[in-house]
């Protein structure tokens, strides 16, 4: 069979993680939209099932499908996501591959086919977002070191009060533990940010975000996978020095935003895509928790979002 993007090796597979531990609501809310939505394209539905020890913790999961065929692959709960989809593209027989994290809801009729018509032979990964929110620029604003964020938050007063509300009041997460406490709180704090200074490329960080992306399976394995046992490890890979984005474009391949609208972004476009935290992410194919959180977000939080994502060229939306 020959498939959209012009490779061969049968039907693409659209892999969906599902994590045990997680609420199965969230399960539930993906097939919903999995259902309402014609992906447009023939394809193999592959469960990722991560972390399930016993038949009977799988249960709940598979008594769901009510009929829907679905291949299953069973991996251990070690590492991020982005180890599970690894280990994943060792075991798939076809040519690409659509991961789709635990959070992901489908929102528009022929979104598979659109994220696969892009996979050209000079593209090598295609999202349904990408960012170009930069770490390293972050801990310079919060050092107080001139940067990209400098002119983009000059009420250092609002961003301070909007980051706060963004990570829940104090941004400690009601963590009582002695690090949590002054002064190593801000020795925790400072050693973050170094971290974020030297693992981290400055704004416009350009990364396609792994909620929803599409790759050959090939490309995957040629891929540099550091073990991940931290979640800084997790956010360096996907948006870090040595990202899955930049090793893509290290192999001489481009990296895709797609939208519904049918179009195909370059990195230098993202901000004109309207899928992540901008606008009222119109154009968006899948949904995840962090698109969300924009959507629910009143217009102050969005504006911070946004602004962080995508600086001077931020476009938040009011909220209807």
Known sequence: MVLANGGTGGPPCVVHL???GNPVASFERFLE????????????FVL???GFATKDQLAPILERLDGLHAERIEVADDGF??????RTAAQLDGAVACYLNSNSVVLAPGWLERLVRALTPAVGMVGATGSWNSAHSSALYVFRVP??????????AWHRTQSRRLHGGSGEGGDSSLWSQPPLRYLRTAAILGCHLVLFRPFPAFHVRTNAFVIRSDTMLRLRFPVLRTKMRAWRLESGRGAITEQVRGMGLETLVAGRDGLNYRPAEWAASDTLWQGEQGNLLVADN???RYRLADLEMRTLLSKVAWGLEARPATPS
């Open 290 to 292: 962090q698109t969300e």
């Open 33 to 44: 939209s999995y259902r309402a939505h014609d992906a447009g394209l023939e394809h193999r």
């Open 48 to 50: 990722l099932c991560k």
């Open 18 to 20: 599902v994590r045990h």
């Open 147 to 156: 940067g990209a964020y400098t002119r983009v938050f000059p009420d250092r």
């Open 81 to 86: 996501d982005l180890t599970a989809y690894r």
